[in-house]
């Protein structure tokens, strides 16, 4: 059992959008031997689309819009891969994402350096002290300064660093990459399918000057010792305690760079570790079988309307058939049909590990944030639902369609990505989310997917919070007043929809007892 749990490693690529991110996953998953053709993730002479980009939306626009789960062996390990979405309208699904892994690498545009979102996300990993790890992309394009770009990471992600491989020039000029942890030079070819050439060279004799030309090699042998000597050792201990991020250099879109990340990253990245719950620590090697529920999607497959939920194994091992309990319901379930997942396709396992992410088949049972065990009564947390930003309501454009539509709404819920308010007032329904897009997202997939069409109208809104008191009487008091502005969310819970910052300020002001919360867990 502990050499199952040994070999799994449980990763998320993170990044600000347009970094690569989706790039680099399809050439991990081409030395995993999982695709034979790495798709392109925009392209118009390239038919294949990215592997991980597997919704309409995602293939029309180049971005990726949801969490996709990917699985490969590579060598003895068995890697996980989570590719996230960059754009900030879909964080908080890279958010829970992050929950559900044991290690992360970002990728850094070489030209752009560090972006506002890469901060947000480095301080979500900060908060949980994740490993991680640099891989400074497009290094086949005029970039900045290695030198200069690995004091903007130091200070703008607040972590110490220490490069493993370094660049010879970028863009037109760039020769390839020298691997510091390795002392073997990697030579560059452009070329989107081949893998590049390696040559083990003795840096100090004259075999470099035959490869990349003297007055480069003069410059690396001064760029290697500067190295040498302002960045302490690498240290695998500091990088799993989070305080030391090693930096890899390359393009993943030419292929090159990568499987020296690859190789190091399952060298050195932690196996599955212990997780939280509210009433203990469980440890990953423990016999028994515990997971959580970190993420729901509806219509993984178009022709069967299905939902899956993806659990994260967090202890013992998962087997098909056997009975667990489902924590929040106090049910007893079986999974005839547990999956795990190359984005899009799927296959039936029958046993899954810690550090594993399986799918299960779901039919309204789950929701986000939910438990099973052998019996156990335990509660993870830390998958919380944010408070909106932005509030439209939602019109059924198409009266012959209204079952489908509320399914269809049901169903996008689920995923927790938006969220769905009733007004009290006029009991009409109102959808919050973090960013426009969603919006533009919710409204293709309800016709694509569940043939509904919905119109939007303009709410003017400011922030939903949820709002509980133990003084009854100030509590029925505050609905009173605001009563054109209560509302209830899908578990029945009071929500205020606060239509300015000023308005909710005085509210806290003049209810000194009501507590207002602007997360989903309290």
Not at 49 to 66: C, H, L, N
Not at 123 to 136: A, K
Not at 299 to 320: E, L, M, T
Request: aromatic share 10%; proline share 4%; glycine share 6%.
């Amino acid at each position: 059992m502990n050499q199952e749990i040994a070999r799994r490693r449980t990763f998320a690529i993170i990044a600000h959008p347009d970094a690569g991110k989706t790039s680099l996953t399809e050439k991990l998953l081409l030395f995993g031997g999982q695709i034979q053709v790495a798709g392109a993730v925009k392209s118009n002479k390239i038919k294949k689309t990215a592997t991980s980009d597997w919704m309409d939306i995602e293939k029309q626009r180049g971005i990726s819009v949801t969490t996709s789960v990917m699985e490969f062996d590579y060598h003895d390990y068995k890697v996980n891969i989570l590719d996230t979405p960059g754009h900030q309208d879909f964080a908080e699904d890279t958010y829970r994402t992050l929950t559900a892994v044991d290690s992360v690498i970002i990728v850094v545009d070489g030209a752009k350096g560090v972006e506002t979102q890469t901060r947000k996300l480095m301080e979500v990993c900060r908060m949980r002290n994740t490993p991680v790890i640099i891989f400074v992309n497009k290094m086949d394009r005029e970039a900045k300064d290695p030198f200069d770009l690995l004091d903007e990471l130091e200070e703008e992600l607040v972590i110490s660093v220490r490069p493993l491989t370094w660049p010879i020039e970028s863009g037109q000029r760039f020769k390839g990459v020298y691997n510091i942890y390795e002392n073997k030079l990697n030579l560059f070819q452009p070329s989107k399918q081949v893998v590049t050439e390696k040559v083990e060279v003795d840096i100090h004799t004259e075999e470099l000057d035959r490869h990349i030309g003297k007055p480069l090699a003069d410059k690396l042998r001064g760029e290697l010792e500067l190295i040498e000597g302002v960045y302490p050792e690498f240290n695998v201990e500091d990088y799993l305690k989070g305080d030391t991020a090693p930096v890899f250099f390359g393009s993943a879109l030419n292929n090159f760079g990568v499987q020296e990340l690859l190789d190091c990253f399952v060298e050195i990245a932690p196996s599955p570790r212990p997780v939280t719950a509210v009433e203990r620590t469980v440890q990953p090697d423990e016999t028994k079988f515990t997971g959580f529920v970190f993420k729901i999607t509806a219509n993984i497959d178009p022709n069967h309307r299905s939902c899956v939920a993806f659990c994260k194994v967090c202890s013992g091992k998962f087997a098909r058939n056997t009975p667990y309990l489902h924590v929040r319901h106090n049910k007893t379930l079986r999974f005839s049909s547990p999956t795990q997942f190359m984005a899009q396709r799927k296959t039936t396992v029958d046993e899954a590990w810690a550090g594993d992410i399986i799918g299960l088949p779901d039919n309204g049972t789950f929701k986000i944030g939910d438990t099973l065990t052998e019996g156990e009564q335990l509660h993870f947390k830390g998958l919380p639902s944010f408070s909106p930003e932005m509030f439209k309501y939602i019109e059924n454009a198409d009266p012959m369609k209204t079952k489908q539509l509320n399914k269809g709404i049901d169903q996008l819920m689920d995923e927790g990505v938006a969220q769905l308010f009733v007004n009290q007032f006029n009991g009409r329904k109102i959808i919050g989310t973090v960013g426009q897009l969603q919006f533009e997202v919710i409204q293709y997939r309800l016709e694509n997917e569940y043939n509904a069409k919905c119109r939007w109208e303009p709410v003017s809104l400011y922030k939903a919070c949820w709002i509980e008191s133990d003084d009854p009487a100030e509590l029925e008091a505050f609905k009173k007043r605001k009563y054109q502005y209560m509302a209830k969310d899908r578990e029945g819970r009071d929500v205020f929809l606060a239509d300015s910052g000023y308005v909710l300020q005085m509210a806290q002001m003049d209810f000194k007892h009501i507590k207002f919360h602007f997360t989903s867990e309290f």
